[in-house]
């Protein structure tokens, strides 16, 4: 069939007339097309060549297994045949373009019947769905990120709880017996283990995007070298680690910390996808995203320092591709990973007004492409966050206020204040900690819990606190607090995150107390 051969009912010029028709069925925002019973096409719209990267002379009169990708023929040959067969039928494809990205297709097929009944052939209709699928991709991301951190929210809260009373006692049994070698060969491991399921909540808490970040600028160049050092010492022999940096001045606005936390994980990550070797690069530049670029990141377009971890181990498949992201999936032997490390690296990067590229191909190895905002601030002197000086302890004596609704936290925190010096008066909620407050003039400081159960939580005690004795120092603590740092910045007070060790509790009480 070619639209050219139908002579024009109105004006009886078949050449101006089906001109026109043409030129409609360009401008059409559809791939259309019609092959005929040898697979042969009799007709391509621009639209439809352009989607294979041709003309239309390219494809009119070539087969089809000519004309379309390797990949894509074998995924419609099923569909093609069927629609041969009289069926009507819509189906939907992908394939990668030039730059390795992946378009998706719907197309809907219906057969040429002719007038003994026989198939002649198949109109072809087809659109690009490609944004939509994109879109469906984030909506879906979107809510498992809600979904997620609405189960880690209450999960870090009384796991970390738990894991406080664990740690407090286990700490407290080895002050108890500093010298006895049998308590301590069961101590130190316990304390391990309950350590390692904090880092694992907070894992939980930055793939959600509900991990508070302490972001500053940061020399990206300078850190990686640093952390180049850790990492060698984990790789084996048989795997080289090279860095790289194609500008001599990278600073971010992010989180060092967690940065560091990140480049470890996928540089362990690489290393467990070349067990029997091969080459880890580092990587650091300037990417600058255009409109278009940063719409499909779904992040402002401008700036960025991109980081890139590239290994050439294993490699992954489209499938385990697409699953990389998600909380506990993980490809390693059970007891190998907890199926966090990725998921943790997604949501620093996007909590940090960034993104993650990851691309990877079977028996090619994997590249992971980290995006943070630049920033043109001068970066914070090395340590500078960590020179404080230790400070004097003025905790003898003081009157403390803890309020605690669980009582085996509150019984662990209070021992730990009592080894400080300190005196406690102990409340389990926020009402009858308001009435120990306004009937005991000798309290110095108040140590309260956020989240507790009754009309009165930690922050409006705090608020209660401040009209009331608007000097009296308050300290929160919780094992999960949304948008920590909205909650300290409001209030003014600062946050202790639970689980603690009586060192932590004892730098904060001397900050405060001073």
Same mark, same amino acid.
């Given at each position: 069939m070619d639209i050219d051969d139908r002579p024009s009912a109105q004006t009886g %010029?078949?050449? &101006?007339?089906?001109?026109?028709?043409? %030129?409609?069925?360009?401008a059409i925002p559809a791939h259309i097309a019609y092959f =005929? %019973?040898?697979?042969? *096409?009799?007709?391509?719209?621009?639209?439809?060549?352009?989607?294979?990267?041709? $003309?239309?002379?390219?494809?009119?009169?070539?087969?089809?297994? #000519?004309?379309?990708?390797?990949?894509?023929? =074998?995924?419609?040959?099923?569909?093609?045949? @069927?629609?041969? &067969?009289? $069926?009507?039928?819509?189906?939907? *494809?992908?394939?990668? #373009?030039?730059? &390795? @990205?992946?378009? *998706?297709? @719907?197309?809907?097929?219906?057969? =040429?019947? &002719?007038?003994?009944?026989?198939?002649?052939?198949? *109109?072809v209709h087809a659109v690009d769905i490609t944004e939509q699928r994109r879109t469906q991709h984030a909506l879906a991301q979107a809510q498992k990120m809600e979904a997620i951190g609405q189960l880690s929210g209450g999960l870090a809260h009384d796991f970390n709880n738990m894991l406080t009373v664990v740690m407090g006692n286990l700490a407290g049994l080895r002050e108890a017996h500093p010298d006895d070698a049998a308590i301590e060969e069961f101590v130190a491991p316990a304390m391990q283990a309950a350590q390692g399921g904090a880092q694992l909540i907070e894992r939980l808490l930055a793939f959600s995007r509900q991990q508070p970040l302490a972001p500053r600028p940061v020399e990206v160049n300078e850190l990686i070298l640093g952390m180049a050092k850790l990492i060698r010492r984990s790789l084996p022999e048989t795997i080289a680690l090279h860095t790289a940096s194609r500008n001599a001045e990278l600073v971010a606005?992010?989180?060092?910390?967690?940065? $560091?936390?990140?480049?470890?994980?996928?540089?362990?990550?690489?290393?467990?996808?070349?067990? $029997?070797?091969?080459?880890? @690069?580092?990587?650091?530049?300037?990417?600058?995203? #255009?409109?278009?670029?940063?719409?499909?990141?779904?992040?402002?377009?401008?700036d960025y320092v991109q980081v890139t971890v590239?290994?050439?181990?294993?490699?992954?498949?489209?499938?385990?591709?697409?699953?990389?992201?998600?909380?506990?999936?993980?490809?390693?032997?059970f007891g190998m990973g907890s199926g966090l490390g990725l998921p943790m690296v997604y949501g620093f990067a996007r909590q940090s007004g960034g993104a993650v590229r990851i691309r990877s191909r079977q028996a090619c190895g994997t590249m992971v492409a980290l995006l943070l905002p630049r920033t043109v601030a001068s970066p914070a002197a090395a340590g500078e966050a960590g020179r404080a000086a230790a400070p004097a302890t003025h905790l003898a004596g003081q009157l403390v206020l803890l309020v605690e609704d669980d009582p085996e936290v509150r019984t662990v925190v209070r021992k730990q204040l009592a080894a400080l010096g300190c005196s406690v008066l102990e409340a389990e909620n926020g009402q009858e900690a308001a009435d120990i407050v306004e009937n005991v003039a000798a309290i110095s400081l108040v140590l309260s819990d956020v989240v507790m159960p009754g009309g009165l939580d930690g922050c409006g005690l705090t608020r209660f606190i401040r009209r009331f004795r608007p000097g009296l120092p308050v300290i929160l603590m919780s094992g999960y607090v949304d948008q920590a740092d909205a909650i300290t910045q409001d209030l003014g007070v600062p946050l202790l995150a639970k689980p603690f060790s009586k060192e932590r509790l004892s730098a904060m009480l001397d900050a405060i107390c001073r």
């Open positions: %010029d078949p050449t &101006g007339e089906n001109r026109r028709l043409r %030129d409609i069925m360009d =005929d %019973d040898s697979w042969t *096409y009799r007709y391509a719209n621009k639209a439809y060549a352009a989607w294979f990267g041709r $003309e239309s002379d390219q494809v009119v009169g070539h087969r089809i297994v #000519d004309v379309v990708p390797a990949e894509v023929f =074998d995924a419609v040959r099923e569909p093609l045949g @069927r629609a041969l &067969g009289g $069926e009507r039928l819509t189906y939907e *494809y992908t394939m990668s #373009d030039a730059a &390795g @990205r992946t378009l *998706y297709a @719907r197309s809907t097929l219906v057969p =040429d019947i &002719g007038a003994a009944g026989e198939v002649l052939g198949c *109109y606005m992010t989180d060092a910390h967690q940065l $560091e936390s990140a480049l470890l994980n996928l540089a362990l990550n690489a290393r467990d996808a070349m067990p $029997e070797g091969g080459e880890l @690069r580092i990587e650091s530049a300037v990417e600058t995203l #255009d409109a278009a670029a940063a719409a499909e990141l779904d992040i402002p377009p401008g590239r290994d050439s181990g294993t490699g992954m498949d489209a499938t385990t591709l697409a699953h990389v992201f998600e909380p506990f999936f993980t490809t390693k032997r």
